[in-house]
């Protein structure tokens, strides 16, 4: 049993393995029209490898971190950007000395 103090929570099927399509259906139904995800690199690869994502925020910090255990941004997957088909830079901004970059990765649509 879960503490009263607690928030309520509902787990939603979303397939096995789970996908990005039944995840957003199921958070369209309860009203959410927009969606921030962090994840690891398998939460972006599941999620940029769908086709569904129409924009990326990438930081790019002033180090690099080359341990080969260290986290990658991606996994191997079939991304539906390619150099035919690049993701479009909208926004390169300075945050101290950190670069941040904004894409769309929907070809159709407007910054």
């Not at 939603?12 to 995800?37: F, I, K, Q």
């Not at 972006?44 to 129409?54: A, E, I």
């Amino acid at each position: 049993d879960r503490p009263a103090a607690d928030p309520p929570a509902e787990v939603v099927d979303a397939g096995d393995p789970p996908t990005v399509r039944a995840v957003l259906a199921d958070l369209a139904d309860r009203g959410v029209g927009r969606l921030l995800v962090e994840g690891g690199g398998h939460i972006h690869t599941l999620f940029l490898t769908s086709g569904l994502v129409d924009e990326l925020r990438l930081a790019v910090a002033p180090f690099l971190v080359g341990q080969e255990d260290a986290p990658r941004f991606v996994v191997p997957g079939a991304f539906p950007q390619t150099p035919d088909a690049p993701m479009r830079l909208v926004e390169a901004r300075a945050l101290g000395d950190v670069a941040v970059l904004r894409y769309r990765l929907d070809q159709g649509a407007h910054a």
